[in-house]
Structures are given as structure tokens and as C-alpha cells.
């Protein structure tokens, strides 16, 4: 059940601990530093090498644990590691994703499936493992599932990530409908084009000046953006959103 424990006036996170899947960089480690900022215990999960560095930098009560997301041993120690050394798991950020991009007429079965395996099914097996670990220790949490604008709408070159991602939305929806009754709230949030380090590569230019005059905000969304919107999901503020794809996208859908 969703409890209502009064109006939470300062988005309070503090002393919450939260796993984010690909925090290494982009808008996971944008989330990571907001989160701490908030007094957030994080655990981020990637496959960077120098993640756990990454994560002392932020806090030096923070950890990284370096791996492949698509990998059910990895993913069953960051449950653990987390558990362990925090005594709770409170929130799950599933920001790790990739982008495959071809025409759907060449795409090939190997840019599919790898696209459905990190954006899709690891992003769920992350969400049931954490669900269950919610579930078995009574923890009222909550899970935040990246979904994309290009879940919503079609992209050119976008099939298999567009798929991905409006698998992710339906998915939310179904495991906020099944864990309501434990207290857990599972929300997804659809960006725009974000301006991460990949972002400008992919969108600086022509390309992405003609992109955003599509748009009403007539600019992209910064990471900053939404690890903000992230943090007011997790908060008491968000006590009654669960099962809602909130779109962050400049107004590039309404039309």
C-alpha cells in the first residue's frame, strides 16, 4: 500500500540509498551527483573500469562496482554489495542503455538483440532482483526506469532502440501495478535529446539546429534536467505517481 505520511514539502532523500545502473557517466552519473547532493548513499554500477573511483569522488561513502549489466552474477552482487553494506536497498535508478542505429530494412539481428538485451531485459532482471530484495526486507521503494521520448513517438534509424524503450514503458506499468500492494512505486522518465558527452557528439551541428526547431523549448534538455526529475520521483512529493511515463522533452511530443 502507498502510504501517506504528509505533504513532503523538502523532496527529502536523505539518508535513502540508491542503486544507478550506468553511473559512470551521462545522465546516471548526473542522477549519482544530484543524489548525493541529497544525502543519498549511492551504489553505481557500470561498466567503466574506474567506476568505483568515480563514486569515492562523489562521496566517500558511495561505491562502484564495475560490470556487465547484461551479466545475472553481476547483477546479483551489486544486490548483494549493496545490501550489505548499506543494510537497505531504497531506490533503483536503470539508466544503463545503449543506441544501435540503422534503417529497418538493414537492421541485423546482432544490433537487435543486444539492443533489447541491455536497454530491455537487463534493465527488468535489475528491477525484479531489486523488487524482490524490496519485497523479502518490507521496503517501501522506488524504482525509476529510463525510458526515451523515441518510446512514444518513431526516429528515423531508430527501430530497435524505439522497440526497447516502449517495452521499458509498458514494463513499468505493469511491475507499478503488481508492487503497489508492497509500498513500492515504479515510474519511468522519457528525455529528449540530453546533452551528455554522447549527446553533443551525436547532436551538435546542423542536425541538431533543425531538430530543435521541432521543439518548443527550441533547445535540448541538460543531464542536470533529469536527475532532477529523477530525485522528485524517489521523493515523498511523487508518494501517489507510480506507473506514469513523465516525458521531459520540451514540449517535442505534444504536437
Known amino acids: 500500500m502507498l502510504k501517506y505520511y504528509g505533504a513532503d514539502t523538502n523532496f527529502s532523500l536523505k539518508d535513502k540509498v540508491a542503486i544507478i545502473t550506468g553511473g559512470a557517466a551521462g545522465i546516471g552519473r548526473a542522477t549519482a551527483e544530484f543524489f548525493v547532493k541529497k544525502g543519498v548513499k549511492v551504489i553505481l554500477a557500470d561498466l567503466n573500469p574506474k567506476v568505483d573511483e568515480i563514486a569515492k569522488s562523489l562521496s566517500s561513502d558511495s561505491i562502484g562496482i564495475s560490470g556487465d549489466i547484461t551479466n545475472e552474477t553481476y547483477r546479483q552482487k551489486v544486490i548483494q554489495e549493496a545490501g550489505k553494506k548499506y543494510g537497505t536497498i531504497d531506490i533503483l535508478v536503470n539508466c544503463a542503455g545503449i543506441v544501435a542505429l540503422d534503417q529497418a530494412e538493414t537492421l541485423n539481428d546482432k544490433m537487435w538483440d543486444t539492443t ?10 535489475m528491477a525484479q532482483a531489486t523488487g524482490k530484495y524490496m519485497i523479502e526486507n518490507k521496503i517501501s521503494g522506488c524504482i525509476i526506469n529510463m525510458a526515451s521520448q523515441a518510446g512514444v513517438i518513431a526516429l528515423d534509424r531508430h527501430v530497435a532502440y524505439c522497440a526497447s524503450k516502449g517495452a521499458i514503458i509498458a514494463m513499468t506499468k505493469v511491475l507499478a501495478m503488481e508492487w503497489g500492494k508492497y509500498g513500492i512505486r515504479v515510474n519511468a522518465v522519457s528525455p529528449t535529446v540530453v546533452l551528455t558527452e554522447l549527446g ?7 542536425v541538431g539546429d533543425q531538430f530543435k526547431k521541432q521543439m518548443p523549448s527550441e533547445r535540448f534538455a541538460e543531464p542536470d534536467e533529469i536527475a532532477g526529475t529523477i530525485a522528485f520521483l524517489c521523493s515523498g512529493a511523487a508518494a501517489m505517481i507510480t506507473g506514469h511515463n513523465l516525458l521531459i522533452d520540451g514540449g517535442f511530443t505534444i504536437k
Open 116 to 125: 533489447m538485451e541491455v536497454n530491455l531485459k537487463a534493465s527488468f532482471k
Open 200 to 206: 553533443h557528439k551525436a547532436w551538435d551541428g546542423p
